[in-house]
């Protein structure tokens, strides 16, 4: 089966770092584009930051542009995100997806109905 498994997460300072990892299996890992997206209390799962097939192109939303990197090995088929200078604004349980790669836009790789597989989930809570 298809498991996307996301560890990382914990309780940091406002300007402090983390590291996601997101460890994959059960798919051909390169034949994915990889996403991060995150989701607040009340709030809607919002794209965060996403990585084709390769690792050679990266989108991030504007909110974290410059502070998160996302990259890939796909060796290990994992993909992490590396946060730094992290807001209280970032507190959301974040998450790893994957989209089976074919013909689509670059806003594809920004669109959540557009990835197919989810892992459960990682909390970063940042404090003021």
């Known amino acids: 089966q298809v498991q996307l498994a996301e560890s990382g997460g914990g309780l940091v300072q406002a300007g402090g770092s983390l590291r996601l990892s997101c460890a994959t299996s059960?798919?051909?890992?390169?034949?994915?584009?990889m996403g991060w997206f995150r989701q607040a209390p009340g709030m809607e799962r919002e794209f965060v930051a996403a990585?084709?097939?390769?690792?050679?192109?990266?989108y991030y939303a504007d909110a974290v542009k410059g502070r998160f990197t996302i990259s890939r090995d796909n060796a290990k088929s994992t993909v992490w995100l590396q946060m730094n200078s992290l807001k209280p604004e970032d507190t959301a349980v974040y998450y790893c997806a994957a989209r089976l790669l074919s013909s689509g836009s670059s806003s594809a790789y920004t669109t959540r109905q557009r990835y197919d597989y989810w892992g459960q989930g990682t909390q970063v809570t940042v404090s003021s």
């Open positions: 059960g798919l051909t890992f390169r034949s994915y584009a």
């Open positions: 990585i084709n097939w390769s690792g050679g192109t990266t």
